[in-house]
T-cell receptor, first 108, second 115 residues
Framework: GQQVMQIPQYQHVQEGEDFTTYCNSSTTLSNIQWYKQRPGGHPVFLIQLVKSGEVKKQKRLTFQFGEAKKNSSLHITATQTTDVGTYFCAGNNNDMRFGAGTRLTVKP | KAGVTQTPRYLIKTRGQQVTLSCSPISGHRSVSWYQQTPGQGLQFLFEYFSETQRNKGNFPGRFSGRQFSNSRSEMNVSTLELGDSALYLC??????????????FGEGSRLTVL
């Protein structure tokens, strides 16, 4: 069955440093979504990517969808303490499968 | 507009018991999906319902079941509870006809502890 692998599992950065999390699927995806879950909270939708090679930006966040539609990345430029949380990718191929998430901590 | 509502928020059960969790989706949303979240395992897909029909099912044993009512509210049931069932159970609703094409709106979750 479809599997979505996400790395790294944890990332600790100094405030102002960049951060990247990567997702890889064992199968081609119809689309991929990204979610953020703050500590003690529930996942909140960030974005959906549909097209091969698509790149979308939200302020300091850049999302990419690979050409083969099997991998994706989320890059945060100049992290802030408000970026703390766990970032999940979710790949769609008949059903939505979430990666294990990357927990980001930011040291002020 | 009210968000996704899950009840109860917290509950404690003992091994062998059964539990029923409830989810009320956002008004107008017809798709409801359930996820199990445990540390290190991320969000594991349980099942998705649309118009009272189960559309997709994850790789969980038959002890996990669910249903959806005509008003789109959904329940999930876990029978013969095991220690490993301790987790946060998240419900998500979607406007789209299938979970594949729409943003998921998550509830706060029901945290189940099995002793």
């Amino acid at each position: 069955g479809q599997q979505v692998m996400q790395i790294p599992q944890y990332q600790h950065v100094q405030e102002g440093e960049d951060f990247t999390t990567y997702c890889n699927s064992s199968t081609t995806l119809s689309n991929i979504q990204w979610y953020k879950q703050r500590p003690g909270g529930h996942p909140v939708f960030l974005i959906q990517l549909v097209k091969s090679g698509e790149v979308k930006k939200q302020k300091r966040l850049t999302f990419q969808f690979g050409e083969a539609k099997k991998n994706s990345s989320l890059h945060i430029t100049a992290t802030q303490t408000t970026d703390v949380g766990t970032y999940f990718c979710a790949g769609n191929n008949n059903d939505m499968r979430f990666g294990a998430g990357t927990r980001l901590t930011v040291k002020p | 507009k009210a968000g996704v509502t899950q009840t109860p928020r917290y509950l404690i059960k003992t091994r062998g018991q059964q539990v029923t969790l409830s989810c009320s989706p956002i008004s107008g949303h017809r798709s409801v999906s359930w996820y199990q979240q445990t540390p290190g395992q991320g969000l594991q897909f349980l099942f998705e319902y649309f118009s009272e029909t189960q559309r997709n099912k994850g790789n969980f044993p038959g002890r996990f079941s669910g249903r959806q009512f005509s008003n789109s509210r959904s329940e999930m049931n876990v029978s013969t509870l095991e220690l490993g069932d301790s987790a946060l159970y998240l419900c998500a609703s979607s406007l789209a006809g299938s979970v594949n094409t729409g943003e998921l709106f998550f509830g706060e979750g029901s945290r189940l502890t099995v002793l």
